[in-house]
């Protein structure tokens, strides 16, 4: 029997959709469920999928906090009639509530999962949790906290992209009296096959002269102003770094919220040996850049549950250093950790110097990405959801 999946996506950059992790996710998992039987439905502001994914259009949410507080009930209603879906997948987890209810005014009995794309809080050392300072502008970010354990209350299946993220949600809604019981799953975001290249045939730096890439957002809490420190450290004879710059310029209200990203890019560009650079939106250029590298470097986000970038290089064959820091100390090879900015810049100095060492981490970077392939990851979904 064909299951029917409402797939509800919120796009944060809608005028830039390729720097929008969410829509590329949902952009190669959709053909992927669909290959495995699925029918999909996916209500954005923007078509994914290919052809045969329905589309249903919704607003563009504006801001960040639009998208948290501010669901239209009569849409999701009229939505949940004509898809008659069997399960109704919310991307953004606070707004499941809203969901559950179009679902009870629609007469609906589809199964309701929660999709914890992003998590707005972290926990510090000591385990303590601390609100997501991206989400908190004018104090909300403990309002946006309750909505996320209001959105996890609301659902059948809370779906998550690592085991990392899977203990931090469960201990968040611990403390905030949500007991998940069986519903949580762990299912990983698929990664783009395009982005795959045998390391074989990746060129491996020749005594020096190494590119390291950096592609990820420069949002402050990314923890871009550390990486501006490391590479300021990291650049010399043998190491020259690119950044990504993945938003363009972007859309005054955004900016009005957070103007980090511009910051940040500009003390970047003004440093020697750094390069920032952009795709301009195209996932051939994107791919181009990150084949004239050597190596990437993970993002310094203290509540980091998984980094679509980071995959990216590694389906390259990119061997990626990283922070040791969440998720990031699940997935990235133990050798190439680092806790200090010292180990970070021996680490790119190695990188660039040994090449056996490279050689053994290309191959280990690209076979990490084995179990992400858009299939595997779709045969996963439709298990959790079923």
């Given at each position: 029997?064909?299951?029917?999946?409402?797939?509800?996506?919120?796009?944060?950059?809608?005028?830039r959709?390729?720097?929008?992790?969410?829509?590329?996710?949902?952009?190669?998992?959709?053909?992927?469920?669909?290959?495995?039987?699925?029918?999909?439905?996916?209500?954005?502001?923007?078509?994914?999928?290919?052809g045969?994914?329905?589309?249903?259009?919704t607003?563009?949410?504006?801001?960040k906090y639009?998208?948290?507080?501010?669901?239209?009930?009569?849409q999701l209603?009229?939505l949940?009639?004509?898809v008659?879906?069997?399960?109704?997948?919310?991307?953004?987890?606070?707004?499941?509530?809203a969901?559950r209810?179009?679902?009870?005014?629609a007469?609906?009995?589809?199964?309701?999962?929660?999709y914890?794309h992003?998590?707005?809080?972290?926990?510090?050392?000591?385990?303590?949790?601390?609100?997501?300072p991206?989400?908190?502008?004018?104090?909300?970010g403990?309002?946006?906290?309750?909505a996320?354990?209001?959105?996890?209350?609301?659902?059948?299946?809370?779906?998550?992209?690592?085991s990392?993220?899977?203990?931090w949600?469960?201990?968040a809604?611990?403390?905030?009296?949500?007991?998940?019981?069986e519903?949580?799953?762990?299912?990983?975001?698929p990664?783009d096959?395009r982005?795959?290249?045998?390391?074989a045939?990746?060129?491996?730096?020749?005594g020096?002269?190494?590119?390291?890439?950096?592609?990820?957002?420069l949002y402050?809490?990314y923890?871009t102003?550390?990486?501006?420190?490391?590479?300021?450290?990291?650049?010399?004879?043998?190491?020259r770094?690119?950044?990504?710059?993945?938003?363009?310029d972007r859309?005054?209200?955004?900016?009005?919220?957070?103007?980090?990203?511009e910051r940040h890019?500009?003390?970047l560009?003004?440093?020697?040996?750094?390069?920032?650079?952009?795709?301009?939106?195209?996932?051939?250029?994107?791919?181009g850049?990150?084949?004239?590298?050597?190596?990437?470097?993970?993002?310094?986000r203290a509540?980091?549950?998984?980094?679509?970038?980071?995959?990216d290089?590694?389906?390259?064959?990119?061997?990626?250093?990283?922070?040791?820091?969440?998720w990031?100390?699940?997935h990235?090879?133990?050798?190439?950790?680092?806790d200090?900015?010292a180990e970070?810049?021996?680490?790119a100095?190695?990188?660039?110097?040994?090449?056996?060492f490279?050689?053994?981490?290309?191959k280990?970077?690209?076979?990490s990405?084995?179990?992400?392939t858009?299939?595997?990851?779709?045969?996963?979904?439709?298990?959790?959801?079923s």
């Amino acid at each position: 029997m064909t299951q029917r999946v409402l797939y509800l996506l919120n796009i944060s950059n809608s005028d830039r959709l390729a720097a929008d992790s969410g829509w590329i996710f949902a952009d190669l998992l959709a053909p992927a469920l669909a290959d495995a039987g699925a029918e999909v439905t996916v209500a954005a502001p923007a078509p994914a999928g290919d052809g045969r994914a329905g589309f249903q259009r919704t607003a563009v949410p504006g801001t960040k906090y639009r998208a948290r507080f501010a669901q239209d009930l009569n849409q999701l209603v009229e939505l949940i009639r004509e898809v008659r879906p069997d399960t109704v997948v919310a991307n953004q987890i606070e707004a499941a509530p809203a969901v559950r209810t179009a679902l009870l005014e629609a007469g609906s009995h589809a199964l309701l999962a929660g999709y914890c794309h992003y998590l707005p809080f972290a926990f510090t050392a000591d385990q303590q949790l601390r609100v997501d300072p991206s989400l908190d502008d004018a104090g909300l970010g403990r309002s946006v906290l309750l909505a996320f354990a209001a959105g996890l209350a609301a659902c059948d299946r809370v779906l998550v992209h690592s085991s990392t993220a899977a203990s931090w949600t469960t201990a968040a809604a611990s403390r905030m009296a949500v007991d998940l019981g069986e519903k949580l799953r762990v299912v990983p975001a698929p990664r783009d096959e395009r982005l795959v290249r045998d390391p074989a045939d990746a060129t491996a730096p020749n005594g020096g002269g190494a590119v390291g890439v950096y592609n990820h957002r420069l949002y402050a809490h990314y923890g871009t102003a550390r990486f501006v420190d490391v590479a300021r450290q990291m650049t010399g004879p043998s190491v020259r770094l690119k950044v990504m710059d993945l938003f363009g310029d972007r859309r005054t209200d955004r900016t009005r919220l957070d103007s980090s990203p511009e910051r940040h890019r500009a003390e970047l560009a003004a440093l020697d040996g750094v390069e920032v650079v952009s795709d301009r939106g195209d996932r051939v250029r994107y791919r181009g850049l990150l084949a004239g590298a050597h190596f990437g470097i993970a993002p310094f986000r203290a509540g980091c549950p998984w980094s679509m970038s980071v995959i990216d290089c590694q389906g390259m064959g990119l061997p990626v250093i990283a922070p040791r820091l969440g998720w990031l100390a699940e997935h990235v090879d133990g050798e190439l950790l680092f806790d200090t900015d010292a180990e970070a810049v021996a680490l790119a100095e190695r990188l660039a110097t040994d090449t056996e060492f490279y050689a053994v981490h290309a191959k280990r970077a690209h076979a990490s990405t084995a179990d992400f392939t858009p299939a595997l990851v779709a045969a996963r979904y439709l298990e959790a959801i079923s």
